[in-house]
């Protein structure tokens, strides 16, 4: 079995800086690309940033700049810096893994998400 756990989000004023965390355990025998995505009330979930295994970024245009994703192997652990965060930043945000486990079935995984709140 395979867990993403989340963790960093918050209230913060506009301007400034969060930093997430998302953390993969269990059976895992690799990790394709890992990201973040996230969901405003009332709108559909979307791309935030992505980094494959071998370091490919990828920024939605309007985090690009702002935001840096990255992830540590090791630790199959991924980030999110988000710096001059605005209002419109704000919603739940997801951890998505593409992970291949001990019996070589590859599936997608999400976390559980984590308020992110930014207030004008």
């Known amino acids: 079995q395979v867990q993403l756990v989340e963790s960093g989000g918050g209230l913060v004023q506009a301007g400034g800086s969060l930093r997430l965390s998302c953390a993969a355990s269990?059976?895992?025998?690799?990790?394709?690309?890992m990201g973040w995505y996230r969901q405003a009330p009332g709108k559909q979930r979307e791309l935030v940033a992505t980094?494959?295994?071998?370091?490919?970024?990828s920024y939605a245009d309007s985090v690009r700049g702002r935001f840096t994703i990255s992830r540590e192997n090791a630790k199959n652990t991924v980030y999110l810096q988000m710096n001059s965060l605005k209002p419109e930043d704000t919603g739940v945000y997801y951890c998505?893994?593409?992970?291949?486990?001990?019996?070589?079935?590859?599936?997608?995984?999400w976390g559980q998400g984590t308020q992110v709140t930014v207030s004008s």
């Open positions: 980094i494959t295994s071998g370091g490919t970024l």
């Open positions: 998505n893994a593409q992970i291949r486990d001990y019996w070589l079935t590859f599936n997608n995984y």
């Open positions: 269990g059976s895992i025998f690799s990790i394709n690309t």
